[in-house]
């Protein structure tokens, strides 16, 4: 069975950097598949923020003006995400997800974890 | 690129049907089979019940049907049930080699 799980600080000040792991278990990050982000601020709805193809290629939201990076660490069959100098629009449920290729199969996400951006 | 169009709310009562319309444009919606639905409830994850338009996942009711024309995909459910009662959100892949969602619809089973 495929599992995602988030992990990372609850809260980052204002200016500084965010950053995500994304554990998967039940499935090699290697061996195929999309691997990526998505976030939905209190209240509003879900936006797509970037993917990490298994080849390390990647692909970011351009609203997000180069402040993320998605990366992989195979070595630990898990994946990342930095967002630099948050804001408090940065605030919201962060999910990481796997996407399969040539489709729009995004089946497995994590449960999700809250970051705020606060002094 | 702008999010993808939906309305704001629907509402059914038990056993009707409802559609929930997802606009979007040529680079988007309407150039490529990439389109998802999500459910989502309150304090969990989104959950995936159409994907490339038309395909339902394994374990997901018949009840839900997706489709398209044009830049409008479209999400119908039938048979309405009360734990059908969520948030819905479609998005799409897009020109630019990015997906985009839909600001989400409100589905209340009266």
């Known amino acids: 069975q495929v599992q995602l799980q988030e992990s990372g600080p609850g809260l980052v000040k204002p200016s500084e950097t965010l950053s995500l792991t994304c554990s998967v278990s039940g499935y090699s990050i290697s061996s195929g598949y999309r691997w990526g982000w998505i976030r939905q601020p209190p209240g509003k709805g879900l936006e797509w923020l970037g993917t990490v193809y298994h080849s390390g290629s990647t692909y970011y939201n351009p609203s997000l003006k180069s402040r993320a990076t998605i990366s992989l660490d195979t070595s630990k069959n898990q994946f990342s995400l930095t967002l630099t100098s948050v804001t408090a629009a940065d605030t919201a449920v962060y999910y990481c997800?796997?996407?399969?290729?040539?489709?729009?199969?995004?089946?497995?996400w994590g449960q999700g974890t809250l970051v705020t951006v606060s002094s | 690129q702008s999010a993808l169009t939906q309305p704001a709310s629907v509402s059914g009562s038990p056993g009707q049907s409802i559609t929930i319309s997802c606009t979007g444009t040529?680079?988007?919606?309407?150039?490529?089979?990439?389109v998802s639905w999500y459910q989502h409830h309150p304090n969990k994850a989104p959950k995936l019940m159409i994907y490339?338009?038309?395909k339902r996942p394994s374990g997901v009711s018949n009840r839900f049907s997706g489709s398209k024309s044009g830049s409008t995909a479209s999400l119908t459910i039938s048979g309405l049930q009360a734990e059908d009662e969520a948030d819905y959100y479609c998005d799409s892949y897009t020109s630019s080699d990015t997906w985009v969602f839909g600001g989400g619809t409100k589905l209340t089973v009266l």
């Open positions: 040529s680079n988007d919606v309407g150039g490529y089979n990439y």
């Open positions: 490339d338009v038309t």
């Open positions: 997800t796997r996407r399969a290729p040539s489709s729009s199969l995004r089946d497995y």
